[in-house]
């Protein structure tokens, strides 16, 4: 657990130090590829569109056995209207799961991701919905889904 969490904030901060200038928002997305977690996503270029990338945390527990999502990945916004884009991505999620009968393991899966995303200009409520194609060793699900909602600063 000590691993993860110095794995997510390492990355956080990577991603802070890359977004100088950019565009930031917080979301809680449900399913997608962290299952139900907390986002972070900051645009790499100093626009509202284009290139940016995503950082999250998620996972549950129960009766003593618990499971982490960390989902990472890339993205791109196409939009004309500095509100509404359709957005695509790609990335990976680590999964490390701790079971009191049958011990600890990890795993990686990996994700794309094809979407609307509405994100205002200055800032305030976003929201997301889309496809998200999940696939790993000798898997592929191709009809997954994901909701977020969360606020752009």
């Known amino acids: 657990m000590k691993k993860v969490l110095i794995l997510f904030a390492f990355a956080l901060g990577s991603f802070q130090w890359a977004s100088a200038q950019s565009a930031q928002s917080v979301y809680f997305e449900?399913?997608?590829?962290?299952?139900?977690?907390?986002?972070?996503?900051?645009?790499?270029?100093?626009?509202?569109?284009?290139?940016?990338?995503?950082?999250?945390?998620?996972?549950?527990?129960?009766?003593?056995?618990?499971?982490?999502?960390?989902?990472?990945?890339?993205?791109?916004?196409?939009?004309?209207?500095?509100?509404?884009?359709?957005?695509?991505?790609?990335?990976?999620?680590?999964?490390?799961?701790?079971?009191?009968?049958?011990?600890?393991?990890?795993?990686?899966?990996?994700?794309?991701l094809f979407g609307y995303r509405l994100q205002p200009l200055n800032g305030g409520f976003t929201f997301r919905a889309f496809i998200n194609p999940i696939f790993g060793n000798g898997y592929f699900i191709p009809y997954y889904v994901g909701l977020s909602f969360g606020y752009k600063f």
């Open 30 to 112: 449900l399913l997608g590829p962290g299952l139900a977690s907390f986002n972070y996503d900051t645009r790499f270029t100093g626009r509202e569109d284009g290139i940016g990338g995503r950082i999250g945390i998620g996972g549950f527990s129960v009766d003593g056995s618990g499971v982490i999502f960390l989902p990472v990945g890339v993205n791109y916004l196409l939009g004309k209207d500095s509100r509404h884009y359709f957005e695509i991505g790609a990335g990976a999620t680590p999964v490390f799961a701790n079971d009191d009968t049958d011990g600890n393991f990890s795993d990686t899966f990996g994700h794309l």
